[in-house]
Structure formats: structure tokens, C-alpha cells
């Protein structure tokens, strides 16, 4: 069973599987061993705060985007609030 934790005092239900998935999916175009994935933040950070140069394209970041909407869904699914929900 998924743990279950306290989040503001309201008890929440760990997807555990959702990390498998988060991995799965980045695995599609990126590496996913080491720390790559705390890399890839950091290679959007740097994009973002130093800017892309004028003549560079969406391929130039198509990984990195695509690693953000990833984030986006595991972070969407990996904590249920068990009020409300049949998990209890």
C-alpha cells in the first residue's frame, strides 16, 4: 500500500506509481539515470534566466518542454487528498 501523508493537516494518498510513470515517460526523450533529471531543471533554468539566442528554435528546447509537461503530470498526480475520495 502507497503511503499516506499530512499535507496542512489534511491526510493525503501517495501515488507512488505516478514517479514510475514521471520516469517512463521522460525516458521517451531524455536520460533518466544519475541526477538528469535535476540537470534537465537545471539546463531550463539557465535557458530561461541567460535567454535563448535570437536564431534559436523550439527544437532547440523540445526536450525541455517536453520535461516540463511531464513535471506538470506527476506533479497533477502524485498526492490525493483522502477526503472525498473512496481511498479511506
Known sequence: MDPIINIDGEPCFVNVK????FVDQCRDFMEVDGNSLQVMTQ????????????????????????????VGFFLRGIVTPLVGSDLR
Open 18 to 21: 505516478e514517479y514510475q510513470n
Open 43 to 70: 539546463i531550463i533554468s539557465d535557458q530561461l534566466i541567460d535567454g535563448l539566442t535570437d536564431d534559436a528554435n523550439i527544437n532547440d528546447i523540445r526536450a525541455q518542454l517536453k520535461f516540463l509537461r511531464e
